[in-house]
């Protein structure tokens, strides 16, 4: 992925982004949420007070959800980063995607991608997070139409929709191991 706009002042930015390599001519003041939506057409990522207040921004930059908004571009070099487009399809939603439609937290849909990339940042270091929890990781965040609750419901169905595919995992590996183990004393014997 790359698109140049060369002027004199513009450095070179290669960072991961959304696990593919992206490389982007930018310029010094420019900011990483413009240069995923303006340079890189993810406009999932939404710009909002563009302050740092509000977390319409947020995107996951090498594991921490941030405010892009804040980050100036160049600050992401080599860093690994992901939008909305990158964890799940219409086809093929992330859990967290999934559990915010089944629990009704999407009214204008605005605040959602931060909401979702916020609560996924949560979730991939604690997987079990209480109510409190996720009101301090979601703080960031804010939604001028759900009143929060069913938000905080749908990241608490995605914690638990994770666990179990998780365990699931856990168990078809094990299963697999133990198929590979008796084709060996199969052969063996
Ligand atoms: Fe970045 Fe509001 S647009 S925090
Ligand atoms: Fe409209 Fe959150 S759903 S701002």
Same mark, same amino acid.
């Given at each position: 992925?790359?698109?140049?706009?060369?002027?004199?002042?513009?450095?070179?930015?290669?960072?991961?982004?959304?696990?593919?390599?992206?490389?982007?001519?930018?310029?010094? #003041?420019?900011?990483?949420?413009?240069?995923?939506?303006?340079?890189?057409?993810?406009?999932?990522? +939404?710009? !909002?007070?563009?302050?740092? @207040?509000?977390?319409?921004?947020?995107?996951?930059?090498?594991?921490?959800?941030?405010?892009?908004?804040? $980050?100036?571009?160049?600050?992401? @070099?080599?860093?690994?980063?992901?939008? $909305?487009? !990158? $964890? !799940?399809?219409?086809?093929?939603?992330?859990?967290? #995607? #999934?559990?915010?439609?089944?629990?009704?937290? $999407?009214?204008?849909?605005?605040?959602?991608?931060?909401?979702?990339?916020?609560?996924?940042?949560?979730?991939? +270091?604690?997987?079990?997070?209480?109510?409190?929890?996720?009101?301090?990781?979601?703080? !960031?965040?804010?939604c001028r139409c759900t009143g929060y609750t069913k938000i905080e419901e749908a990241v608490n169905m995605a914690a638990e929709a994770m666990r179990?595919? +998780?365990?699931?995992?856990? @168990?078809?590996?094990?299963?697999?191991?133990?198929?590979?183990?008796?084709? @060996?004393?199969? #052969?063996?014997?």
């Open positions: 992925m790359s698109e140049n706009h060369v002027t004199d002042s513009s450095r070179m930015l290669h960072f991961i982004l959304n696990g593919i390599a992206a490389s982007f001519a930018v310029e010094p #003041q420019e900011t990483l949420l413009e240069v995923i939506r303006n340079r890189a057409y993810l406009t999932g990522t +939404k710009k !909002g007070c563009d302050l740092g @207040e509000c977390g319409a921004c947020t995107v996951i930059m090498d594991g921490r959800a941030v405010n892009s908004c804040c $980050i100036p571009a160049l600050m992401a @070099e080599g860093a690994e980063v992901i939008t $909305i487009e !990158g $964890i !799940g399809t219409k086809e093929r939603p992330h859990p967290l #995607q #999934q559990a915010f439609v089944d629990a009704g937290a $999407i009214q204008c849909g605005f605040c959602t991608p931060g909401m979702i990339l916020a609560a996924k940042a949560l979730l991939d +270091k604690n997987p079990s997070p209480s109510r409190g929890e996720i009101r301090e990781a979601m703080s !960031g965040n804010l179990i595919l +998780k365990e699931k995992e856990q @168990e078809d590996r094990a299963a697999q191991t133990a198929a590979g183990n008796a084709g @060996e004393v199969c #052969q063996n014997g």
